[in-house]
């Protein structure tokens, strides 16, 4: 799950992946702007299939962040 | 590219972008502005894969944030250049009128007249301003319906709810783009419909970043978008491939039979006719329509031409390739004899393996596979796929497929034969004629029953019937089966002559299966079938036609065979043939006929 997230994350933000770790965020990633963000959060929902709530996308501040918010809802 | 989906996700589109970046690159380019209320933003991978799809680089601009009428008149940060192709533009109603979307109750009727106009004068501003600016193409997005307007049931009753309102919005709009000339609308409600409301809408995006719709919706509105601009391009697909067996009919005829398939007025038939008239649809908007089974040709020909819920006619198929071989080689010669390239086709079958191999060895096909336990889905999956959609319908398009035929004839001829004869020679045609054996009852009767074309008059029997005929030795009931080079055919032939006075018989019945014509196989029974009444010691045998709608081509059978015209009656005609005559003869490309008697009478 966690290669997963990561993956999405480089496919979606165009970089590499192994350039993404667990403290990657909007400000290590250039990339990562609000739209990109956005793109991120909706690919995920559609990788897992699952629904972020407000509160989770508000929490949304790294990888590690996401990989715990994505496991959370038992991915 | 299925009912309404790309198939991949989106995070692999975007991969996909990426790792292709250098050829899209190099692609035409086409420049896209969009001018919104909304964000859309997560749409542009699914136009740029779309695009790249058919050989064009989709750049899209977008315009400010709710900064559509500034834009569009020419402001400073305005996207539209000379360069721009098409200006899509997104108002939502909601950010447009929060008004009349969100506290339409306390409006009075005279504050609803004001906020139409308002509206109105906005929508007509932002049009022309864009004129001003450009003659690109404009794809402009309705407004959507409300699911609950806030009047509720009370709504629909009046000619002044809210949805009125909107409904009045959009027609306004339509009005000004068919003015337009180089405009064209996006139904929005359509896009939604087809999702669903919960698919379609995402209000937690709406409201954290202004973004109403849902990933999937996005990409139902960027594969609408880009119909129109495949179309415009001139990338849709003019020609549709089909299978047979368990497509166009349930079951496998060669071995249901035709009674057996599954067409007609109970499921699951009912299914396969409303995929034939979607079928029927496309030939009419001028696509053309292609067979590529594996299958005995004859059995495909006589489902065609005998089912009686058959939609499709086989004049209307363009070009069939109905053998073994593969799939992917039969897709190419339809390819070349119709000359239509390999990127102007859709493959639709039933089977995996067959879907997988046109994929793997014609990249450029498109392929649609028809699950076999969602028979009910087929017609959907077709009209889904809007591979064939255009901008433009003519007479000309409803004459297409006879265009192509005659095209496919001519190579045909090229290629083949330097004659007839040749041709019919090369097909080493075997007839068996012989008295009616009783294990083949129910096949006599049916072809009574089915034949149509080639029946001189045309005389239903029962089963019953025909045994009973089998018991009496005064009736002389003959059958013909027939093989060539690629398989046995069966038994296609029957004759039934009775006697009519002490000398003289009559062919009571004469049919041929369609599917045997055109080889000179007729003459070979009627030959047949006199000489053995004549070994019987009749001496005279008559004939008759009683013309049906469809067995015009018998008229004249008879007297080319050497009769005589006896007498004429209400347009029915009775010929004969006396013992002295002239026997009609056996055709000489005919490989072998052996005769009632057991003799081959081709060899003599």
Known sequence: MKERVREVAGKVFGVDTKSLDLESSPDSVEQWDSLNHMKLLLALEEEFNIQFTDQEIADMMSIGNIIEIVSAKGC | MVNGSIGITYAEIQHQLKVQSQKIDKFAKIQVVILRNVTVEPMEPYLRYLGADIGYNIILSFGQYDNVVQ?????????ITGETDYVMVFLSMETLSARLVRRFVEMKMEDI???IDGIQSQLSTILFGI??????????????????????????QRADGQNACILRLNNFMKGLLSNDGNANWVDLNICRARLGEDRYYDRRMWYIGKCPYTLEAMET????????????????????VLDCDNTLWGGV???????????????????????????????QRGVIICLCSKNNEEDVWEAFEEHPEMVLKREQIACAQINWDDKATNLQRISEQLNISLDGMVFMDDSEFEIELVSKMLADVKTILLPKDRVYDYTMLLSSCGYFDSLSFSEEDKIRTDMYKTERKRQEVKSHYADLTDYLKSLEIKVEIRYAQPEYI???AQLTQ?????????IRYTEDDIAGMLEKTSVMVIQLKLKDRFGDMGLVGLAILMPCSNDTIGINTLLLSCRVL??????????????EAYAKGWKVVEGRFVPSRKNGQTKEFYRKGGFRTKRETNGETVFEHCRKDKLPGIPEHLLRVVSVSGKDLAAI
């Not at chain 2, 407004?143 to 709504?155: C, K, Q, R």
């Not at chain 2, 080889?519 to 006199?530: M, N, Q, S, T, Y």
Request: proline share 3%; aromatic share 8%.
């Open chain 2, 71 to 79: 834009e569009s008149m020419g402001g400073e940060t305005v996207p």
């Open chain 2, 518 to 531: 055109g080889r000179g196989v007729e003459k070979a029974f009627l030959h047949c079938c006199i000489e």
């Open chain 2, 113 to 115: 007249e004001k906020e």
């Open chain 2, 253 to 283: 005829v060669a071995e249901d039979g035709l009674s057996g398939i599954k067409l007609g007025t109970t499921y699951p038939g009912t299914a396969f006719v409303d995929f034939q008239n979607e079928i029927v649809n496309l030939i």
């Open chain 2, 221 to 240: 509105i960027a594969l609408e978008n880009f119909k129109i601009i495949r179309a415009l391009k001139g990338k849709n697909r003019k020609c549709l």
């Open chain 2, 131 to 156: 004129r001003k600016q450009t003659d690109a193409v404009i794809l402009w997005h309705s407004f959507e319906s409300l699911p609950y307007p806030s009047l509720g049931i009370l709504d629909n």
């Open chain 2, 450 to 458: 089915r034949t149509n074309q080639f029946n001189l008059t045309t």
């Open chain 2, 442 to 444: 129910a096949r006599l």
